[in-house]
């Protein structure tokens, strides 16, 4: 199997970014069998074949992210990637070839007759297709934002061959992305890039960085609702990438009418839940602030979780994301050990400095088990190693 001499330059020139550019990852090829196998199971199930240029695909990455989207891994048990062995969908970075068409076919009967998803980008709700009767290739779109299904037959734009699509997709994610500040570390930015090719990275966890114009108002919000500005180190981290997911951390985004991603243009505040976008106003400092105040006297229900906690009325911290890990941690008010606690919040203390905290099920209210951080990747490092503690790390250790 070789790839086309257009597709393959392509795709060689993207991964020649792959080490500056967090958001690029290409997996290993895939083996000669797992590629015939995804395709005998294809044909059995989905009447379809795969494209000779997809099984090329294949053969030269098992599934590729190239920035604000992603084309499908098929299983490997082959592969140097154990995520891509056997498939567990509480531990891949992505979803599969086969058991995504497996899930349109089952829930959307009818739709995806003589067709094949082939990947998908799920910040941008837009899914790539190929039509076996008409050998076309098509980006579909959902214009009303993030969705988990999208009409194959309606909004979408054909494409001749694959290089097309790709070229088109790839052109309009480096028009959003290759510009992006590099005013962090870079021993920071080098953290992210770990954690992005790591089974705990989601596709679309980098964003688009937001415009100076979008940080300037932000800051501007924020300093006349809550008196202090959005800390700097913060502003430098939105100008790269306007937020962050994965499955260990969250960092808030802020509103960018420019963004590319439809949910990002406007800051719609329907509440700190797991579908609403984190948003660095509303969904973290202005909603966290109003809960803790409706919600603490009832919490407290006796002296010992009184002593546990800081008055909400007396808060100036900037919160700026969470942890969305379990943690076990040492609850200092009482004889209990090891007990499991969810939830956590980052933020920065104004007199204080950078600190990671953990209040029981919930992220809502600070307690007093909490530690220091030196700087933002000092943070991230921790909390992104799932077998490392955030509250039990040394105080002023020097990092890495």
């Known amino acids: 199997m070789s790839l086309d001499h257009q597709l393959y330059t392509l795709l060689e020139t993207l991964r020649s970014y792959e080490a500056e550019e967090p958001y690029i990852v290409f997996n290993p090829p895939a083996s000669p069998q797992a590629i015939e196998e995804a395709d005998k199971i294809s044909q059995k199930e989905f009447g379809v074949a795969i494209p000779e240029v997809y099984k090329d695909l294949l053969a030269y990455a098992n599934g590729f992210s190239f920035g604000l989207g992603?084309?499908?891994?098929?299983?490997?048990?082959?592969?140097?990637?154990?995520?891509?062995?056997?498939?567990?969908p509480k531990e891949s970075n992505f979803f599969y070839f086969v058991t995504r068409n497996q899930y349109v076919r089952t829930h959307y009967k009818g739709l995806y007759d003589h067709k094949l998803l082939l990947g998908e980008s799920l910040s941008l709700a837009r899914r790539y297709l190929y039509d076996s009767s008409s050998g076309l290739y098509y980006?579909?779109?959902?214009?009303?934002?993030?969705?988990?299904?999208?009409?194959?037959?309606?909004?979408?734009?054909?494409?001749?061959?694959?290089?097309?699509?790709?070229k088109a997709e790839v052109e309009f994610i480096f028009y959003n992305l290759k510009h992006a500040q590099k005013s962090l570390d870079p021993k920071l930015i080098a953290c992210l890039h770990a954690h992005r090719k790591s089974r705990y990275a989601l596709e679309g966890c980098f964003l688009p960085?937001?415009?100076?114009?979008?940080?300037?108002?932000?800051?501007?919000?924020?300093?006349?609702?809550?008196?202090?500005?959005?800390?700097?180190?913060?502003?430098?981290?939105?100008?790269?990438?306007?937020?962050?997911?994965?499955?260990l951390i969250i960092l808030a985004s802020i509103p960018d009418e420019t963004s590319p991603i439809e949910w990002l243009r406007t800051e719609k505040d329907e509440s700190f839940n797991k579908v609403t976008p984190f948003y660095f106003?509303?969904?973290?400092?202005?909603?966290?602030?109003e809960k803790?105040?409706?919600e603490l006297a009832g919490r407290l229900k006796d002296e010992v979780e009184r002593k546990a906690i800081v008055r909400v009325d007396e808060l100036i911290d900037v919160f700026f994301g969470?942890?969305?890990?379990?943690?076990?941690?040492?609850?200092?008010?009482?004889?209990?050990?090891?007990?499991?606690?969810?939830?956590?919040?980052?933020?920065?203390c104004i007199e204080e400095g950078i600190k990671?905290?953990?209040?029981?099920?919930?992220?809502i209210i600070r307690a007093h088990y909490f530690n220091d951080y030196p700087s933002l990747r000092s943070l991230l490092l921790t909390a992104m190693d799932p077998t490392k503690n955030i509250l039990h790390v040394e105080k002023n250790k020097p990092e890495e």
């Not at 992603?70 to 567990?88: A, G, K, N, T």
């Not at 959902?142 to 061959?161: A, H, M, Q, V």
């Not at 100076?212 to 609702?225: C, L, Q, T, V």
């Not at 990671?356 to 992220?363: E, L, Q």
Request: aromatic letters at 18%; a neutral charge.
């Open 70 to 88: 992603y084309f499908y891994p098929v299983i490997d048990s082959q592969s140097s990637l154990p995520w891509l062995r056997e498939e567990d």
């Open 139 to 166: 980006t579909v779109y959902n214009k009303g934002g993030l969705c988990n299904f999208i009409n194959p037959t309606k909004d979408r734009e054909s494409y001749e061959d694959l290089y097309s699509l790709i």
């Open 209 to 247: 960085p937001a415009s100076p114009s979008a940080i300037e108002k932000a800051d501007r919000n924020f300093y006349g609702e809550f008196g202090v500005s959005i800390p700097q180190f913060y502003k430098d981290f939105l100008a790269y990438s306007n937020g962050f997911w994965s499955k």
């Open 281 to 289: 106003i509303s969904s973290l400092n202005r909603y966290i602030r």
């Open 292 to 294: 803790a105040k409706r």
């Open 322 to 348: 969470i942890c969305s890990r379990k943690c076990h941690i040492e609850y200092m008010y009482s004889d209990h050990r090891d007990q499991t606690f969810y939830g956590g919040s980052f933020f920065l």
């Open 356 to 363: 990671g905290c953990i209040s029981r099920n919930d992220p």
